[in-house]
């Protein structure tokens, strides 16, 4: 392990800590005092004693950034961020333009797919958002590579020959006209809403300014308990999170 690598220490109960390899010693929840110097020559996967837990030392994925991000609005969850990264072919160069940053969550899976040589553009409309989606990219290590812009993404996107316009805002077909002006042709739009009258008023938008390819889903996840007497599914299952909208630029 190397100054700067993004560390996730796991501990018994599987509680995941991100800290940076090499940075300064700081209080972190649940683990009090902890020196990130100490990981510093460490190979990944080692154990380590800290207070009464036991840690295991892990190059930090994309799932553990998102599990450790510190959260303010409601977050876009795994299930649905790792679809529409697939549907908008998200990969390494893409240049992506997403609103609003919330706390970063989907925009940190969109930075990550599109490294190396990707960028994300995200515009949000509150400066308090932008700061908050700010410090969560820079402590996964995604300052460089995306760039937070407080404005309102309904007046314009700046951007042009864009690959995906990524949406996760209260009235997405308001910006409708402004992913199509910034899309590349053969584009991707993917919206993100958590009502059915958002889906239809997006999917009205989209056929009115020409895009292709139109297609609203819902996806549906159950966690199971393996055990040593047998398995079932979880007692606790997430009602409902966003129901997704994709169309193509032709
Ligand atoms: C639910 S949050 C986004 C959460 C984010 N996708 C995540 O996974 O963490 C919605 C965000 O969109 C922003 N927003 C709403 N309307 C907007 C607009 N017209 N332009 C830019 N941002 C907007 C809000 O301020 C808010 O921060």
């Known amino acids: 392990m190397k100054r700067g690598d993004r560390v996730v220490l796991r501990d018994q109960g599987g509680r995941r800590y991100l800290v940076e390899a090499g940075a300064k010693a700081e209080r972190i929840q649940g ?6 110097a100490k990981l510093v020559g460490m190979a990944w996967g080692a154990k380590l004693e800290h207070a009464t837990k036991t840690l295991t030392v892990l ?17 876009v969850l795994p299930k649905d961020a790792a679809r529409i990264l697939l549907e908008c072919d998200v990969r390494a160069g893409s240049l992506v333009v997403e609103a609003g940053v919330g706390s970063a969550a989907l925009t940190l899976a969109l930075a990550r797919a599109a490294q190396p040589g990707g960028r994300v553009v995200t515009y949000e409309l509150r400066e308090d958002f932008a700061d908050w989606g700010r410090a969560n990219l820079a402590a996964a290590g995604l300052a460089e590579v ?6 309102d993404v309904r007046a314009g996107i700046a951007e042009r020959g864009v690959d995906a316009v990524v949406l996760d805002m209260p009235d997405p077909w308001e910006a409708v006209p402004p992913a199509w002006d ?3 042709p053969g584009g991707h739009f993917a919206a993100y809403s958590p009502l059915v009258s958002q889906v239809e008023q997006t999917t009205r938008a989209l056929a009115k300014q020409g895009f292709a390819d139109l297609r ?4 549906i996840e159950r966690e199971w308990v393996v055990g040593e007497r047998g398995s079932r599914p979880s007692h606790e299952m997430l009602g409902h999170t966003g129901y997704l909208t994709f169309a193509r630029k032709v």
Request: aromatic fraction near 6%; avoid cysteine.
């Open 216 to 219: 609203s889903l819902e996806l």
């Open 182 to 184: 910034a899309l590349r």
């Open 146 to 151: 995306v760039d937070v812009r407080v404005a």
């Open 59 to 75: 190059p930090a994925s994309t799932m553990d950034l998102l599990a450790t991000l510190k959260r303010k609005a409601q977050i």
């Open 31 to 36: 683990l009090a005092f902890f020196d990130p």
